[in-house]
């Protein structure tokens, strides 16, 4: 049996970062997207119970060259299974890029094995084991983050089918440093209302920050605000941005516009799940 899953990628329409944790993380309150598309992982049963292997392709495979590094194997490593699993992970998101590339990874993996095998009661420990973002992306529906981003609040989108074009201009950038740039202050919690509301209410905290680090950020940001969007912003801890459009015929207009005037840079177009 072949199973395939796309590795949803995930952006934060909303970012509010409230403070800095003893234990070196950030309280947090996000929402969190997810765009149709993204990597995708296909699935077959490995010739021996407990015999697991991830290989990657795609145009970001490079950039996951150590098979032990691997959060898609690190996902396969913490659920319990009757039965071995072959991953073919192709890599089409950016690595460091603010879009939970890896988390969605991950994510991925946990609903493969919970269609053939089931997940155990703890999944969710087990997933925010793997990272902060991970639990969110093991469903990849529109949701609220708080605390380190691993307390999930389900959300009802009124964004649903709106069209998004993600730009990053193929420079990584670290999430650590970007949140040690943070200057503290907590400038306040989620608005209230509806995901449109939020998204265009909200902010990302992180953006500032990112773009000390990547000036190329601003760059993206200033193309993507003459696009027609209603709303562009910075996803997550960057470098990749987004933009929202009312409808198709203008998000593909964009792309052509940034794929003529801005040949290097990355982009994907999809629509919010």
């Known amino acids: ?30 929402l969190f997207a997810f765009v149709d598309c993204g990597d995708v992982l296909t699935a077959d049963a490995a010739d021996a119970a407990g015999q697991d292997k991830v290989t990657v392709t795609g145009e970001f495979a490079g950039t996951l060259t150590d098979p032990f590094d691997n959060i898609a194997a690190k996902a396969l490593g913490k659920l319990p299974r009757s039965g071995g699993l072959r991953i073919l992970l192709e890599k089409n998101l950016p690595v460091a890029a603010g879009l939970g590339g890896g988390s969605a990874d991950a994510g991925a993996v946990f609903r493969i094995v919970r269609e053939l095998h089931g997940l155990p009661d703890d999944w969710h420990d087990r997933a925010a084991a793997l990272g902060a973002d991970v639990p969110a992306c093991v469903d990849s529906l529109t949701c609220i983050g708080r605390g380190t981003g691993t307390e999930l609040e ?18 990584p950038l670290s999430t650590g440093p970007v949140f040690k740039a943070w200057d503290g202050k907590d400038r306040g919690a989620l608005p209230l209302g509806s995901a449109s509301d939020i998204a265009r209410e909200g902010r990302n905290d992180l953006e500032a920050p990112a773009i000390s680090l990547c000036p190329q950020i601003a760059d993206v940001l200033a193309v ?15 470098a990749t941005c987004f933009a929202l459009y009312a409808d198709g015929e203008a998000a593909d207009d964009a792309a052509k516009v940034l794929a003529g005037q801005h040949a290097g840079w990355w982009q994907m177009r999809g629509k919010l799940r």
């Open 154 to 171: 389900t959300f009802e989108s009124d964004l649903t089918g709106t069209h998004v074009l993600l730009v990053n201009p193929r420079i």
């Open 224 to 238: 993507l605000s003459d696009t027609g969007a209603f709303l562009s912003r910075m996803s997550g801890s960057g």
């Open 1 to 30: 049996m072949t199973i395939s899953e796309t590795a949803y990628a995930k952006i934060n329409l909303a970012l509010h970062v409230r403070a800095r944790r003893d234990d070196g993380y950030h309280e947090l309150e996000t």
